[in-house]
């Protein structure tokens, strides 16, 4: 049997592997220059939580503390091009 967590998770991989924003914000990284990390890219961030709901995986905030990174979706969605641009230079 397929979890649907797992199936989200296999999604956002194959997508960030495809130069695509992943949908379920389930892939971090450390940026290799700075140390710190980062959520690669996340397509419609505003919904990223209904979307993880929808495939059983937890919120946002409660994954992002579960991992030691950062969660605030304002403050993501303002930092997006930054983060598009660092995630770009560390799939080089």
Known sequence: ???SSNLAILEDRVRMRKGLKQLYGSQGYSDKETGKKYFYPIEAPYGVDDRRKSMGLIPMQEYAKAINIAWDLEAYKRMLPE?????ARQQR
Not at 83 to 87: L, P, S
């Open 83 to 87: 983060i598009e641009r660092v995630a």
């Open 1 to 3: 049997k397929l979890l």
